[in-house]
């Protein structure tokens, strides 16, 4: 507990804090679950205020070093983590999922999984139910159109103008 601090310490100090949420004893899961809610709002909260349209926030979860520029757009049900860098005009989700990934401006990630990927292109268009990346870099101006099934391990797709147009599988 917070109190049995005093008796390991010969030092004490004291804090003001300026807003009572700041310290919490957390003794259980269920004290942890508001703890992460509060954290998961208020990184919710400072993207919104900068211009960050999240719909439905309630189901979305952004990790704290995540970096989104205003006028991206984040849809329900997306989870995002780790280094990922979502640039201007970009939208996310639904149902999506980015860890360690750079959405650059206008690209569109719609019912994805994306991974320690780079998705390049004003024109890259996903209409897919599924689509998986892991550890790949995709350089595109137009293309992944149509697309009801895509996974990619370990690949590169550089410099094309149409890649995967009318994709069912891959």
Not at 96 to 125: F, P
Not at 132 to 140: E, H, L
Request: hydrophobic content about 40%.
């Amino acid at each position: 507990y917070l109190t049995d601090i005093i008796n390991f310490t010969e030092d004490i100090a004291s804090v003001i804090l300026d807003r009572n949420s700041i310290l919490y004893g957390i003794n259980d899961l269920e004290a942890l679950s508001v703890v992460e809610d509060m954290v998961r709002k208020n990184i919710l909260r400072k993207h919104m205020i900068s211009g960050v349209n999240i719909i439905n926030p309630n189901t979305v979860t952004i990790y704290p070093d995540v970096e989104i520029e205003d006028g991206v757009t984040i849809y329900p049900n997306s989870f995002i983590r780790g280094n990922t860098i979502i640039k201007k005009g970009a939208v996310i989700g639904p149902n999506t999922e980015l860890n360690n990934a750079t959405i650059l401006e206008n690209a569109k990630v719609k019912h994805s999984v994306v991974y320690d990927s780079t998705i390049i292109g004003e024109y890259l268009r996903w209409n897919s139910k599924n689509l998986t990346f892991i550890n790949c870099v995709i350089d595109s101006k137009q293309g992944m159109c149509y697309i009801d099934n895509i996974k990619l391990v370990n690949c590169k797709l550089l410099n094309t103008n149409l890649a995967f147009e009318r994709v069912n599988k891959l």
